[in-house]
């Protein structure tokens, strides 16, 4: 082999390793970016989440009755298992608006 078609041959091969390099740092630019947008949407809907929970007066203002009508569990959005007052299953969640 004369010392040209080596070099050629070495630039080829370099040229390949440096688009493969290339294309990877192309491919990993991209998943960071797209691993920043993520974040930042579920930041946006955690915060809004959030927002609703702490001001909206369906959740504040609202309460829970059971079979009996007995009104207990204002503002607690999350079910409790039974009434407090008579021990009954609840069965109704009251919004506060």
């Not at 740092?25 to 949407?41: G, N, P």
């Not at 007066?57 to 008579?86: A, M």
Request: net charge positive; proline share 2%.
């Amino acid at each position: 082999m004369t010392t040209v078609n080596i070099l050629i041959l070495s630039l080829s091969i370099l040229t390949e390793e440096q688009e493969r390099a290339r294309t990877r740092r192309a491919s990993e630019r991209r998943e960071a970016e797209m691993a920043k947008t993520a974040a930042a949407q579920m930041e946006t809907a955690n915060k809004a989440a959030r927002e609703l929970l702490a001001e909206d007066e369906l959740f504040t203002k609202g309460y829970w009755i059971c079979d009996h009508n007995h009104r207990f569990g204002e503002g607690q959005y999350r079910s409790p298992q039974y009434c407090w007052v008579c021990e009954s299953r609840l069965f109704k969640w009251v919004p506060g608006r």
